[in-house]
């Protein structure tokens, strides 16, 4: 069974959903970076070419995982390090990344992995629309959102005043779309739905859950 890391606040409904399909890791939280990140596997790790690359100063590491040249800490964009993501063999990153990666595309955002969720290795839904325009520009087919109504959890489970990212609110996997929440909760639902039911992926939601940004997961 393939492993997951994914933040410890996950509900437990969202737990055992996926614990069908993986041996979950649930990442501790960190005091390096704000606490409303303090869990996001997507700000300490990031999956490059089937190799992990971690942060020095993640919580969970593995012996083959390549560790990164600089700690991620709790300012920007020291936090954004590693928040970098691949789609097919574009590796997309910021002028933020740690050197030990190589982006092939470099975007203003340094937020990128958050503002980016990736289907199938192959599409994405980003929240960001100069990303939108820089991955059209590249060949990769994605669709651009606009969204008010993903949060973000701070240390306790309470909800901070800070507006989540589609791409820390989502994980993709053998065909399916998991949303962390109910997809009916946000604006963009109805497009998000239409662009899912065109590349045929299956939709994954939690009826009843506002939608959280755990900063996705990493699949390994």
Known sequence: MKKLII????????YEYLSKFFDII???????????????????????NGSIITAPNAKYIQQD?????????????????????????????SKYTDESIKPDIIVKQGYVKCSIA?????????TDRKISNILTENSIDNLYIQENN????????????????IGGA??????KFVLFGDIDKLES??????????????LIDF????????GGGIIF
């Open 207 to 214: 009826k009843g859950l506002d939608v959280y940004d755990y």
């Open 118 to 126: 990736i289907i199938e290795n192959k599409y994405c839904i980003t």
């Open 150 to 165: 993903i949060r973000l959890l701070k240390k306790d489970r309470s909800l901070s005043y800070m507006r989540g990212f």
């Open 7 to 14: 933040d410890s606040r996950i509900r437990n409904v969202e």
């Open 170 to 175: 989502s994980l993709s996997f053998d065909n």
């Open 26 to 48: 649930k990442l501790p939280l960190s005091d390096d970076v704000y606490e409303e990140i303090s869990g996001h596997s997507d700000i300490f790790y990031t999956k490059i």
């Open 65 to 93: 995982f390549i560790i990164g040249n600089k700690k991620v800490e709790k300012d920007y964009p020291h936090d954004v390090l590693y928040n970098v993501c691949q789609i097919g063999d574009k590796i997309i990153g």
């Open 189 to 202: 639902k109805d497009i998000i739905k239409d662009f899912l039911k065109e590349k045929n992926i299956e």
